[in-house]
Nanobody
Framework: QVQLVESGGGLVQAGGSLRLSCLAS????????MAWYRQAPGKQRKLVATITRTGNTNYVDSVKGRFTISRDNAKNTVYLQMNNLKPEDTAVYYC?????WGKGTLVTVST
């Protein structure tokens, strides 16, 4: 069983930054890819970024150059550094590992 706990969300003005963290329990954290998804109000959950166990990353076009996903396998943690935030980034952000999901952390970007 794996549990994921996200943190770091909050209210920020457009142009600001936030760093999300996802702490995973369990001893198999380093084996598989990790991902961040987000779900805006009234919309479907969508992929934001992925990172392989060796650190290769991919991003959805809308966040390229602004967001950075990283992981620390020793700490069982994956991060999402979000810079130059825009109002359209407002969403609940979820951490994903295999079939496991966290409960999410809310990011609100004001104009």
């Amino acid at each position: 069983q794996v549990q994921l706990v996200e943190s770091g969300g909050g209210l920020v003005q457009a142009g600001g930054s936030l760093r999300l963290s996802c702490l995973a329990s369990g001893k198999i954290f380093s084996i598989y890819d990790m991902a961040w998804y987000r779900q805006a109000p009234g919309k479907q959950r969508k992929l934001v970024a992925t990172i392989t166990r060796t650190g290769n990353t991919n991003y959805v076009d809308s966040v390229k150059g602004r967001f950075t996903i990283s992981r620390d396998n020793a700490k069982n943690t994956v991060y999402l550094q979000m810079n130059n935030l825009k109002p359209e980034d407002t969403a609940v952000y979820y951490c994903n590992y295999v079939t496991y999901w966290g409960k999410g952390t809310l990011v609100t970007v004001s104009t």
